[in-house]
């Protein structure tokens, strides 16, 4: 069973905020990911880690960026939300030499 | 370029009416491929990994089988609770990113 937990699960702030997305696995999973979904849309990766210290951007380009001082945990930061930011958020964690990947439950995000 | 495709977008059953869905991947050197069920708001749930053509697995009314070129997600006599979206992935680089198809959208009426 997969132990991989985000929050806030929904928000709504004004244009021009600074937000942050918590993501925290309880695994020890070496690897996590960001997605951003759009409603009925695909999947697409926006940050990845390979573990503490490393991070890398994804196939879509964002704005938001991420950070990976712990193994458990990995926040991806938006420094100033705009309405084209409104999306689901979606993170995920493996283990280093293992593809399959373990979701979280989301954060659905909307900027006014 | 690597392309995982799923088809069809939608599908609608009655309550009992088996089916299948399809995934047809160009992923060259398949490191497996990955099926995922995708409830309304939140995030997948993993199903099953596939890793040689004529693999299956089960699980209650889901069984996944894998060829060279496409993978099958077969549901047997389906309930209304099977109804979520059915997303196939597969590895696409070394680092082991997953590329995802659109995913197959299924509605089973009571």
């Known amino acids: 069973e997969a132990d991989i937990y985000q929050t806030p699960r929904y928000l709504v702030i004004g244009t021009g905020k600074k937000i942050t997305l918590e993501c925290s696995q309880t695994?020890?999973?070496?690897?996590m990911y960001w997605y951003q979904q759009d409603p009925g849309m695909e999947l697409h990766l926006i940050h990845y880690?390979?573990?503490?210290?490393?991070?890398e951007k994804g196939d879509l380009s964002s704005e938001s960026t991420v950070s990976r001082i712990r193994t458990e945990h990995f926040p991806l930061t938006l420094e100033s939300a705009r309405p084209s930011h409104t999306s689901q958020y979606l993170c995920?964690?493996?283990?280093?030499?293992?593809?399959?990947?373990?979701f979280g439950p989301g954060t659905r995000l909307l900027v006014l | 370029e690597d392309q995982v495709t799923q088809s069809p977008e939608a599908l609608r059953l009655q309550e009992g009416e088996s089916s299948s869905l399809n995934c047809s991947y160009t992923v060259s050197g398949l490191r497996g491929l990955f099926w995922y069920r995708q409830d309304p708001g939140k995030g997948p749930e993993f199903l099953f990994t596939l890793y040689s053509a004529g693999e299956e697995k089960e699980k209650e009314r889901l069984k996944a089988t894998l060829t060279k070129k496409e993978s099958f997600l077969h549901i047997t006599a389906p309930k209304p609770e099977d109804s979520a979206t059915y997303l196939c992935?597969?590895?696409?680089?070394?680092?082991?990113?997953?590329?995802f198809g659109g995913g197959t959208r299924l509605m089973v009426k009571p």
């Open positions: 992935a597969a590895p696409y680089n070394a680092g082991n990113m997953l590329t």
């Open positions: 880690s390979y573990g503490v210290n490393s991070t």
């Open positions: 995920a964690s493996s283990e280093l030499v293992q593809e399959t990947q373990y």
């Open positions: 695994m020890g999973h070496d690897k």
